[in-house]
């Protein structure tokens, strides 16, 4: 079964700190994405990445960056995390092509 | 840039009937992508059915549907026969190429379908 994983579904971080926040596919896939879903405003884009290490910016890179050391991996980093920054945060991969993207179950990030 | 409207935050439907949720986008793409997504309340994101901007013919998948008009640029997703299982978030979603191969998938802020007995 094919298999996005997110290392945390739950974390809990004090203002301030580096958050890593850590995700693995086993598919293969060339692309992977970050995004966070916040209530009434859907999933928005932060960044995503096409090969290993490239990275793109998406609609909302503010106060987060990425790392893609290796294909299967992709970190999202929050340099100093804010309260404002408490979200859920999904990452999904896919292959080339702009279809079959598979996503991971969440990490609920509490920034307090 | 692409945008995803989707204009009704909740919607309710009667156990059995069928459902339309909207959809509208925004590119200026010729080639691009359309899905819909399920999330039910355990978060998870599920696939549900996929329309290409060249496809001629509506996408279906067993009681989903995907009613395509290009022309006015809507992709509304009818559910048919509803179950209390289909209480969930709904999410329309649009793919374009963003260069060196890849894709960028661009949500709506969904839909919450809730079904009544």
């Known amino acids: 079964d094919v298999k996005v994983t997110q290392s945390s579904r739950y974390l809990v971080k004090r203002t301030g700190e580096k958050v890593f926040l850590e995700c693995v596919q086993d598919?293969?896939?060339?692309?992977m994405f970050w995004y966070r879903q916040d209530p009434g405003l859907g999933l928005r884009l932060i960044y995503f990445?096409?090969?290993?290490?490239?990275?793109e910016k998406g609609d909302i890179p503010e106060g987060y960056s990425v790392s893609r050391e290796k294909k299967e991996r992709f970190s999202l980093i929050l340099e100093s995390a804010s309260t404002n920054q408490t979200s859920m945060y999904l990452c999904?991969?896919?292959?080339?092509?702009?279809?079959?993207?598979?996503f991971g179950s969440g990490t609920r990030l509490t920034v307090v | 840039a692409q945008k995803i409207t989707q204009t009704q935050p909740g919607m309710f439907v009667q156990e059995k009937e069928a459902v339309t949720l909207d959809c509208t986008y925004d590119?200026?793409?010729?080639?691009?992508?359309l899905f819909w997504y399920k999330q039910p309340s355990s978060g998870e994101m599920i696939f549900l059915i996929y329309?290409?901007?060249?496809?001629?013919q509506n996408a279906t998948e067993g009681r989903y549907s995907l009613n395509f008009q290009k022309a006015r640029k809507s992709a509304n997703l009818v559910i048919s026969a509803s179950q209390l299982g289909d209480s969930a978030m709904y999410f329309c979603?649009?793919?374009?190429?963003?260069?060196?191969?890849?894709?960028?998938?661009?949500f709506g802020k969904g839909t919450k379908l809730s079904v009544i007995p």
């Open positions: 999904a991969s896919s292959p080339t092509g702009g279809t079959g993207y598979t």
């Open positions: 598919m293969d896939h060339e692309n």
């Open positions: 990445s096409y090969d290993v290490k490239m990275k």
């Open positions: 590119t200026s793409d010729q080639s691009y992508g």
């Open positions: 329309q290409g901007s060249y496809d001629e």
């Open positions: 979603a649009m793919t374009t190429y963003s260069g060196a191969g890849s894709y960028q998938l661009t």
